[in-house]
């Protein structure tokens, strides 16, 4: 069953100058579509893991999902709810607490002022619930020590942050957990440790994940399913061995092309070719054509469906 359902979703933002400046120097407006006709779903139980170049339109969604973003069209449902549309205050409200996100700087993202143990029963002090031992029990589940409770954030490592950061996303007893580059600014072997945890605690919470995130080999081995995103647009969509296995479409195979080849000194070697292109201007057609080694004139003229092939979902007009 899936407890997330994204249909048609597309967000556009005004990037306009003032209407001043547009006026006199007689500029027309501007529009910035950031996701475009995106649809998926995404299991109860499970992680759904969106990567994409940086540009791509992978935040947008993830805050269009927890409700900080509306859409411009499409819908988002979780648990047949609707934010952006349900009119019943009690669905919303129930929906909103099923909901969590972890961001990618837990830096920012604690207060400096306040004591672990107030920080993470703060969401559900708000709501008046019972917080006795609670941030004692979730610094366990996070695999830091009950007695952290008592000290500040300045106190802790980058990952021991995060685990305060996840922790305190699970006070509220969520269902489902938006996480945007959780482990981008950790050490890489920090990093496979809260991806760890993370996975683990799917299992014992019974967690539904969208975990965005600009790299494959991140999300390889903790996704159910991989959406690759090209400009707002989904271009294909796997479960991870099929998707390392068998790319099918062109963007997915120069991604992974260009993964993680390292030379001797440790640093990335054959980057994806050529630019992305200007999201307010896209290419026409499929927006990939520019850069793609297997256009051809209809790539130029239509944008390729969203089709089954196979065990994956891919938009290409020649994917086989
Ligand atoms: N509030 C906004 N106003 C105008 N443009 C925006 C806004 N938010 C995002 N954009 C634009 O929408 C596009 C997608 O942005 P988004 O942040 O979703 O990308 P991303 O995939 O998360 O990138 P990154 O990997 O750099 O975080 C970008 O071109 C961005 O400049
Ligand atoms: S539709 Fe055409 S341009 Fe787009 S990825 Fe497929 S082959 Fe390349
Ligand atoms: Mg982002």
Redesign the pocket.
């Known amino acids: 069953m899936a407890l997330v359902e994204i249909s048609n979703l597309t967000?556009v933002?005004?990037?306009s100058k003032p209407w001043l400046n547009r006026v006199l120097e007689r500029l027309p407006k501007s529009l910035?579509?950031?996701?475009s006709d995106v649809s998926l779903q995404i299991e109860d139980r499970s992680i759904y893991a969106?990567v994409?170049?940086?540009?791509?339109?992978?935040?947008?969604?993830?805050?269009i999902v927890v409700g900080l973003?509306a859409p411009s069209s499409g819908s988002v449902t979780i648990g047949g709810v609707d934010l952006a549309r349900e009119s019943d205050r009690g669905a919303v409200e129930q929906t909103r607490s099923d909901i969590q996100m972890i961001f990618?700087d837990p830096y920012a993202s604690l207060n400096p002022r306040w004591r672990v143990r107030d920080i993470i029963v703060e969401p559900v002090a708000a709501k008046g619930g019972k917080t006795d031992g609670l941030a004692e029990r979730l610094l366990e589940q996070v695999g830091l020590v009950a007695r952290d409770a008592g000290k500040f954030p300045h106190e802790f490592s980058g990952g021991q942050r995060q685990r305060i950061c996840v922790a305190r996303a699970l006070a509220s007893e969520p269902r489902l957990i938006v996480c945007?580059?959780p482990t981008s600014a950790l050490d890489v072997s920090v990093q496979a440790q809260v991806l760890n945890l993370m996975s683990d605690l799917k299992d014992t919470f019974g967690l539904t994940y969208l975990f965005?995130s600009?790299d494959l080999t991140v999300v390889q081995h903790m996704a159910d399913r991989i959406g690759v995103?090209y400009l707002?647009r989904l271009v294909e969509e796997a479960a991870p061995a099929e998707l390392f296995a068998d790319p099918k479409h062109p963007y997915t195979q120069m991604l992974l092309a260009a993964a993680p080849k390292m030379d001797g000194f440790g640093r990335e070697v054959d980057p994806p070719k050529g630019e992305i292109p200007d999201?307010?201007n896209p290419p026409s057609g499929c927006a990939f054509h520019p850069r793609c080694p297997l256009a051809t004139d209809v790539c130029k003229s239509e944008r390729p469906a969203m089709l089954d092939l196979r065990e994956a979902r891919v938009a290409c007009h020649h994917a086989m």
């Open positions: 967000r933002f005004d990037v910035l579509t950031a996701v969106l994409g170049e940086s540009g791509s339109g992978k935040s947008t969604i993830g805050k973003t990618q945007d580059e965005i600009h995103l707002g999201p307010i």
